[in-house]
């Protein structure tokens, strides 16, 4: 009998503490400026297409023309309404590619560190995605590769991936150029893999360091976070949708809570993921 009260005493103290997309900014809201927002629900958004490649991005909404490929749904809204840019590899030859050029991006005076995120989606067979690349053009040319994805991996979640970059530009005035390439399985044309892109933001600020903004959502890793280890008792936990005490925690995560169902087939905490604590036996009082 005893035993059962201590059990019950439990399930009804199971408190699951959980972490989902922490965002931390230091300083005030009047220290940053938001200088270039693209969710392609106006149109491309001010993006123009390069004249001197070989392939095109297309605004779309709803999924992709191939099956197995890319998303079901925009991320700005998560449903089939919104719109995206993506790249269609269906048939297309290794190794071309498709330039998307942003409208010009101006960094106002002594507004130094800037902060550049956005969404990207690729899915396919891995050896067709190909790759997506982002460079920094000023002075009439590109000037620096500022961020790269070879392949769709195992390890990434199923859906949009948000990515963030710090920039430091040498220039007032640039652009961004996404570069989506075409992969190839046993060096045939690609039947299966099409690459994405939504949601893109620059934000700077003045008087902040480049790690002025950051974001934890947990969706691909731990994002940087570690273990205390030695002086304390249980660790924290890297989950999607339940926790495993029926009736604590949440039900899904909160990054893409609220995808439709339907949205890359998956309701939406399936493939997002939060950091928690289980509470449960054998955990006691005070226990850290």
């Given at each position: 009998?005893?035993?059962?009260?201590?059990?019950?005493?439990?399930?009804?103290?199971?408190?699951?503490?959980?972490?989902?997309?922490?965002?931390?900014?230091?300083?005030?809201?009047?220290?940053?400026?938001?200088?270039?927002?693209?969710?392609?629900?106006?149109?491309?958004?001010?993006?123009?297409?390069?004249?001197?490649d070989h392939l095109n991005w297309t605004r779309w909404?709803?999924?992709?023309?191939?099956?197995?490929?890319?998303?079901?749904?925009?991320?700005?809204?998560?449903?089939?309404?919104?719109?995206?840019?993506?790249?269609?590899?269906?048939?297309?030859?290794s190794g071309q590619h498709t330039d998307l050029i942003s409208p010009d991006i101006k960094i106002p005076d002594s507004y130094q560190d800037c902060d550049f995120q956005f969404f990207h989606n690729l899915g396919g067979i891995t050896a067709d995605v190909g790759s997506l690349t982002v460079f920094m053009f000023w002075n009439g040319a590109i000037q620096t590769e500022i961020w790269k994805k070879i392949n769709s991996q195992s390890s990434e979640p199923k859906g949009w991936v948000r990515r963030q970059v710090k920039l430091s530009p040498n220039a007032t005035v640039f652009k961004l150029i996404f570069r989506a390439t075409a992969g190839a399985n046993n060096s045939k044309p690609s039947q299966k893999g099409d690459i994405s892109i939504d949601d893109i933001t620059v934000s700077c600020c003045v008087g902040c360091k480049s790690d002025a903004f950051y974001v934890a959502d947990f969706s691909v890793d731990v994002n940087n976070y570690t273990q205390v280890k030695g002086s304390d008792q249980f660790d924290w936990q890297r989950k999607n949708s339940g926790t495993s005490s029926v009736g604590t925690g949440p039900g899904n995560d909160h990054t893409f809570y609220g995808n439709a169902a339907g949205c890359n087939g998956l309701q939406g905490g399936d493939h997002g993921h939060y950091m928690y604590i289980e509470a449960s036996h054998p955990r006691q009082n005070g226990d850290r």
């Open positions: 009998m005893l035993r059962q009260r201590i059990k019950r005493r439990y399930l009804l103290v199971d408190v699951v503490l959980f972490l989902v997309a922490l965002h931390v900014r230091i300083g005030s809201s009047t220290d940053c400026v938001q200088v270039l927002k693209a969710t392609f629900e106006d149109g491309t958004s001010g993006f123009t297409q390069s004249q001197s909404s709803g999924r992709t023309p191939t099956s197995f490929t890319g998303p079901d749904c925009d991320r700005t809204f998560l449903n089939k309404s919104g719109h995206y840019m993506y790249m269609e590899e269906d048939h297309a030859d």
